[in-house]
């Protein structure tokens, strides 16, 4: 197999573990070292352990959570996924400023994430996605 196709079967995985709510599955394709870049602050979060407690506050928040991969693209290591996020925000969405309580506002966010992939494994995600939309679609900025 090539490392792009391993690249793009293990970026694949990663979503459909994240689909199927199974965090352990997803940690199993995690490195030792696996960072997760915040593209935002600069700040980055490090090891399994971290990455799939910041990727859990979506499971906790939206226990209906679909993720369905729209397009994925690799060369070699690198690899770039296009996913949708659909759900309904009935549990408690776990934020750095503080808890905020389940809406019941349905949710429909884009997202795109960079991947770094050795050896059959994340080394790098790095998720873009449009924080302001999600929270207009939950009506978090107090305009609905």
Do not use: C, W
């Not at 994240?18 to 199993?28: E, I, K, N, S, T």
């Amino acid at each position: 197999m090539s490392e792009t196709q391993q690249t793009l079967d293990v970026m694949r995985a990663v979503f459909a573990g994240f689909h199927a709510h199974d965090l352990a599955a997803v940690r199993g394709l995690l490195a030792d070292d696996v960072a997760m870049p915040d593209p935002n602050t600069g700040a980055a979060l490090h090891g399994p352990d971290a990455l799939i407690a910041a990727v859990s506050v979506m499971l906790d928040a939206f226990p209906d959570l679909h993720v369905s991969v729209t397009n994925a693209f690799a060369d070699g290591e690198r690899g770039v996924v296009e996913v949708m996020r659909t759900g309904t925000h009935t549990g408690p969405l776990r934020l750095p400023s503080g808890e905020v309580p389940a809406t019941g506002r349905k949710l429909h966010l884009g997202e795109a994430v960079v991947f770094v992939v050795r050896g059959g494994k994340v080394v790098s995600f790095t998720p873009y996605t449009d924080q302001l939309a999600g929270m207009m679609q939950l009506e978090l900025l107090g305009g609905g």
